[in-house]
């Protein structure tokens, strides 16, 4: 509905403006997307963090105040501790990483797109994922001892299986019109993958690689624990014997970080690679 309004001008001159009278829609889903909103949440709990210290409602010793943990931080990058540990604490999670996506994918295939694959593989993988992987440490040392291939492998089993399901989800639910299609115009297997097996499983690996990520990190912060001789872990470790508080806040500080920024990292991945998709996420 909308109504008009005559204004004279100069002269016999009668402008005629058109005012819409329509309600406005309201808005249903998040609206548009803001720079740094992500960072809101952390700064509040930073902020909640520094006013609990500073008011004394948090005791130092039970938390140091996140000025003393900046302190600490800083002494241990001098001293070139926290440097060396993050090093090889990213070096553990990365390798970790790419096994267990690397083994998620290729079983997700080959169930996905077998039968007798899928009856094979799929019920192993849901034991397996009933069975926390850090309930398999004991055995991995066993077998493998503590060095770094148990650590590793550790973190690859706790990986592996977010990729497996999602990928294994994705492929199950390409539409069997676009199969049809591909036999009709005879593509080859290479060129199935590539042109439909690709494109469909790729938002479900997108989400199964954030959580793969999320598992990456909470698998090194236990096998890091375990006779290790080096890493964030092994220094948060070392702090508790000697009851360090600060010195373990900056572990976990660290932890969060790598955690934030590497999920940032591939939700940002998912927005470039799925740019095609009109969602709610935008």
Request: glycine residues 10%; positive net charge; aromatic residues 6%.
């Amino acid at each position: 509905m909308s109504a008009t309004l005559d204004r004279p001008i100069a002269g016999d001159e009668t402008v005629v403006l058109t005012v819409d009278e329509r309600p406005r829609r309201r808005r249903l889903g998040p609206g548009p997307r803001r720079r740094f909103a992500g960072a809101l949440g952390p700064l509040l709990l930073l902020a909640a963090w520094a006013i609990g210290s500073w008011t004394g409602f948090l005791s130092p010793q039970t938390l140091s105040p996140p000025w003393t943990v900046v302190e600490t931080a800083q002494r241990l990058i001098e001293e070139g501790r926290l440097q060396s540990n993050l090093e090889m604490s990213a070096k553990r999670a990365l390798l970790g990483l790419v096994l267990g996506v690397s083994v998620g994918v290729v079983l997700a295939l080959v169930a996905g797109l077998s039968r007798f694959g899928e009856a094979v593989i799929d019920g192993p993988v849901q034991i397996k994922r009933a069975i926390p992987a850090l309930a398999i440490i004991p055995l991995l040392i066993l077998w493998l001892g503590i060095g770094e291939e148990m650590k590793v492998i550790t973190i690859a089993l706790g990986v592996f299986v977010p990729i497996y399901l999602q990928t294994h989800a994705g492929l199950r639910s390409i539409e069997s019109k676009y199969v049809e299609l591909a036999q009709t115009v005879d593509l080859s297997r290479w060129e199935f993958l590539r042109r439909v097996v690709i494109p469909g499983t790729l938002p479900h690996f997108l989400l199964g690689l954030r959580f793969a990520v999320t598992a990456a990190w909470l698998a090194l912060v236990v096998v890091e624990q375990v006779n290790a001789t080096s890493g964030i872990g092994y220094m948060m470790e070392l702090a508790r014997n000697y009851g360090q508080t600060d010195v373990i806040l900056v572990g976990l500080v660290v932890y969060g970080l790598l955690g934030l920024v590497s999920d940032a990292a591939v939700r940002l991945l998912q927005r470039k690679a799925l740019a095609w998709q009109t969602t709610m996420a935008g």
